[in-house]
């Protein structure tokens, strides 16, 4: 039999549909890469805190025994990705105009759900207190409490723009609405949260439009806080002297994690030791799954391979201020602005955390740790900065735009001159 004849017609037709594509394919592309990245990695790193959490009485336990489920965290992992996926569709489908108007209705929600956790929160072995028990699962407001904050933040600029310059009517009304947020999460003990809602605020505040004597201002309150936080609270400042001293020897100390995180980066060397083969994510390295997974990745895979993730974080962050940059309007741009840094400011905390350039701030690294509120609420941010790039100037200078030349320009072509 002879090959299937494609008339030029349907030729024509299939490459119009995919030149025609109106959304940013390059940042969808970088997500889909570290949803499956994060997905084959936990498949590999996650066996022995699989074995410990379905087999916590088995003195030595074998994968082939009953009760013992060497791929829990896979299972758990691939059902909250099912979640957020369908997060994700929802938010890249529905109008810009439903997170505008609802974005009051968000915020405030989110609110008194960090409050609420401050009396019915959980730790899970950890510091911090930041998690809600639902049955027989879990979630994290402070996760979500970002993106809350970001459209807040960027309808509430987006209708006073002409206050932002003011010290009474922006600054104090924007820090007001930051401690709404940011309290609660300090009194979780979540610094690492802390850290990121910060920055994502900064970034918003400063792309409205703030006087840089009022950020100059903004800063001096964040390091006197920062200082306070770090004298007065015992484990943060265990952190810093454990940063501090990482190349020395240490036992208990938080110098621990950083150390160890530096020995599975380093014996990872130039190609790695192959998937399943690490050995710190076994014994040494703690939470190899969730907050350390890129150290735990280095080690298996080698510096060729995981400078690819690092490389899809710098192309969200180009794709996504390039979105922002053509947004149709202030609240799209300052909407954009707010989930690229979330996102791009987490990944490259996270990652300094591993290769122990930053003191342990308990942080997951997005799309890839084990994790389900991180996971979910940032495929909703990604799913709005997808639905937002369909409607940019250029397509955020995407290839696409090559089928329609036209959408280089915002308006008709015969307003161009005035």
Known sequence: MGKPVISSLQKKNLMKSIKTLKYDTFLAGAVVFLLIFGLVMITSIGVPKSISLSAPGVLYPNCSDAGVDCYLLFKKHLQRLAI????????????????????????????????????????????????????????????????????????????????????????????????????????????????????????????????????????????????????????????????????????????????????????????????????????????????FIFAASAEELGFVRIIFVVLAYFLISYRGFMIAKHAQNKFETYAAVGITTWITVQAFLNISVNTALLPVTGITLPFVSYGGSSLVASLIGVGILLNISQKTSKYAYSVNRRGNRRTRYSQPRRYRRA
Not at 128 to 156: C, D, H, M, V
Not at 183 to 188: A, D, E, G, R, T
Not at 266 to 271: L, N
């Open 84 to 291: 957020g996926l369908l997060a994700f569709y929802f938010a890249w489908k529905m109008p810009i105009r439903f997170w505008s108007r609802s974005s009051k209705f968000i915020f405030l929600s989110l609110v008194i759900l960090l409050f609420v956790v401050l009396l019915f929160g959980s730790s899970y072995d950890t510091i911090a207190t930041s998690w809600l028990r639902i049955s027989n699962t879990s979630i994290q407001p402070s996760e979500f409490a970002k993106l809350g904050l970001i459209l807040y933040l960027a309808y509430w600029f987006s209708k006073r723009s002409n206050a932002v310059e003011s010290f009474q009517d922006g600054f104090l009304p924007f820090v007001f609405i930051c401690c709404l947020v940011l309290i609660p999460v300090v009194l979780q003990n979540d610094f690492g949260s802390t850290m990121v809602l910060a920055l994502i605020s900064v970034a918003i505040y400063f792309m409205a439009g703030a006087k840089a004597k009022h950020l100059a201002l903004g800063l001096s309150l964040a390091m006197l806080f920062a200082i306070i936080v770090v004298l007065a609270v015992p484990h943060v400042r265990e952190r810093m002297q454990g940063y501090m001293r990482v190349d020395e020897n240490c036992l208990e100390d938080y110098c621990w994690q950083s150390q160890q995180a530096n020995i599975a980066v380093g014996s990872g060397g130039f190609w790695g030791k192959g998937l399943t083969q690490g050995v710190q994510k076994s014994y040494w390295l703690p939470q190899a799954s969730d907050d």
